[in-house]
């Protein structure tokens, strides 16, 4: 059980990291909003994907109006959606979110210094 917490801690830590360096990530401050996602079945089992503006949605998906309702922070897991009691806003570039608390922390000093 120990172990199996360092390996999610481990895999956390380099996700988180991973956001946090990568220096050509554009952060866009918006609100959350919910998204329409699709069905795709793959190997037999039903996988949801979200919508992407200019990305094709295969010919035999099936879309779900506003599926996607929520986010979750990448480094603190916080969840963002447009729910009470839920962060509504936060930073997002390249599909990730993040939260502003997170984005104040992490991101934004960093940015301040590298330039
Ligand atoms: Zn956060």
Not at 98 to 111: D, G, L, M, N, T
Request: with cysteine.
């Amino acid at each position: 059980m120990t172990e199996n917490m360092n390996w999610e801690n481990e895999w956390w830590y380099s996700w988180g990291k991973e956001i946090v360096e990568n220096d050509s990530t554009i952060w866009e401050k918006k609100k959350f909003k919910p998204l329409d996602g699709y069905w795709i079945t793959v190997d037999g089992g039903k996988l949801l994907a979200k919508v992407v503006e200019n990305e094709n949605v295969p010919k035999d998906a099936v879309i779900e109006r506003a599926v996607w309702d929520h986010e979750h922070c990448g480094i603190c897991l916080k969840k963002i959606s447009e729910h009470d009691g839920d962060q509504h806003e936060g930073y997002t570039g390249e599909g990730k979110w993040v939260c502003p608390e997170c984005f104040e922390k992490y991101i934004s000093p960093k940015r301040k210094n590298s330039n």
